[in-house]
């Protein structure tokens, strides 16, 4: 099951395709007409290829546990209120980049040519990419029926509001290093006029 980038990479792909006249089959435009799964569903259904279902939902019963929409994430610490953004200069540029960040050569995000090219263009076209670092992500999965499953090291699950993803202590989520140079690198080709995202994007637009 592909993840919500995946999917706008694979949209991209299929955007291109299409004004290219070139004929998509269903079985690939599927792939992002779907809501976004649950990360319990897909980490139980991982663990557990053999097992066949519970039919507790719709998305059990017609699609199977990968698409099971009943589970609920436990996460292992206390989220404080988000400071609200007011103005784009309460969204700031992380200082470096991380040591396990997007735009890094060799990046799971970079590994597959369609991934690279839809992260590399995401500043050019002004879409705004946030740094996981700070955010919360579930410690386990639960099911109402019992079963419990691990989360996973890399779904980061921070509130969001307008938008804006915020971190544990509440405060905005800071704008990705990677994303930030590669727009500046960008805008010194010429193909951007200006790297700062908008007063709307900046309180609209995430990744």
């Not at 004004?19 to 663990?47: C, N, Q, T, Y």
């Not at 405060?171 to 700062?196: K, S």
Request: proline content about 9%.
């Amino acid at each position: 099951m592909p993840s919500a980038f995946e999917r706008a990479a694979i949209q991209r792909i299929i955007d291109k395709a299409t004004a290219a006249g070139v004929e998509v089959p269903a079985s690939i435009s599927g792939l992002v007409s779907m809501p976004d799964p649950v990360g319990g569903a897909v980490l139980w259904a991982r663990k557990h290829p053999d097992f066949e279902g519970a039919g507790c939902c719709y998305g059990d019963a017609i699609y199977g546990p990968e698409r099971c929409t009943c589970w609920r994430p436990v996460f292992d610490v206390d989220q404080a209120d988000p400071q609200l953004v007011t103005s784009p200069a309460d969204i700031t540029v992380r200082a470096r980049m991380c040591g396990d960040c997007a735009y890094r050569p060799g990046s799971p995000e970079r590994s597959e040519e369609f991934m690279a090219e839809e992260l590399l263009a995401l500043p050019e076209e002004g879409k705004a990419f946030y740094c996981h670092d700070g955010m919360r992500r579930p410690a386990r999965w639960e099911h109402p029926d019992g079963r419990v499953v691990d989360g996973s090291t890399d779904d980061w699950q921070p509130p969001m509001v307008a938008g804006v993803p915020y971190r544990v202590d509440g405060r905005p989520g800071l704008l990705c290093a990677g994303w930030a140079a590669h727009g500046r690198r960008a805008a010194r080709r010429g193909h951007l006029e200006e790297t700062t995202l908008s007063e709307h994007d900046q309180m609209e637009a995430a990744r």
